[in-house]
Every structure is written in C-alpha cells, then in structure tokens.
C-alpha cells in the first residue's frame, strides 16, 4: 500500500558528507511527519531527526549544528543532508514515515528498508 524509497548512503571520510533521500508512494495518503532514524550494531535503534507537516524539527543532540532534515511534500519526500560526518555516525539509517492511508481509513507508521552509511577513513 505505502512504500519508502531510500536513497544515499555510502562511504564517506570522517569531516564528508552524504545526503539521504526518502520517497514515499503507492495509496493515496496523507503524510503527518517524516524522520529518520539509525541503527549501529549492537545498538538500538534511535532517532536522529523528524519533520512534521507544518515544517517543525527535532534533532538528536548529537546531530545538531551537523545535520539538516528537510521535505518536498509535493513529491512526498523527505532529505538527509549530514555534515561533518563523524565515525561514531557509521549506521544503517531508516526512513520513517506517520500518515493516515485513506484507503484503509487508518493512520499508521512505515519503515524504509534502510540505507548503510559509513565514515572511515
């Protein structure tokens, strides 16, 4: 019904950058916020920053000053841009998505498949 594209990650040296993209599609939709989210191994998943539909952020404290998040609600996407990567930002980032589907009259929650990010140098 509703399906996460996600697009961006890489390899990159510790001080690059790297920008994640996240297209939602399929039934029609009405998209409440947008985030994304990572997860290191052996680690749980956490939240690194949302954007809701009025434009309104949040931010992991350790991404502030570093990270932008942004969305295109005309394409129903959602960005990543990561500066001033570090090692410690090495993780498998998801896309997350809370929207009501009106085609099943219900609000609910999807996942991207995930996309690898890694700093090293």
């Known amino acids: 019904q509703v399906q996460l594209v996600e697009s961006g990650g890489g390899l990159v040296q510790p001080e690059g950058s790297l920008n994640l993209s996240c297209a939602a599609s399929?039934?029609?939709?009405?998209?409440?916020?947008m985030g994304w989210y990572r997860q290191a191994p052996g680690r749980q998943r956490e939240l690194v920053a949302t954007i809701n539909s009025g434009g309104s952020t949040t931010y992991a404290d350790s991404v502030k000053g570093r990270f932008t998040i942004s969305r295109d609600s005309a394409k129903n996407t959602v960005y990543l841009q990561m500066n001033s990567l570090k090692v410690e930002d090495t993780a498998v980032y998801y896309c997350?998505?809370?929207?009501?589907?009106?085609?099943?009259?219900?609000?609910?929650?999807?996942w991207g498949q995930g996309t690898q990010v890694t700093v090293s140098s």
């Open positions: 997350n998505v809370d929207l009501f589907l009106l085609s099943a009259f219900r609000r609910g929650t999807y």
């Open positions: 399929g039934s029609t939709f009405r998209i409440y916020a």
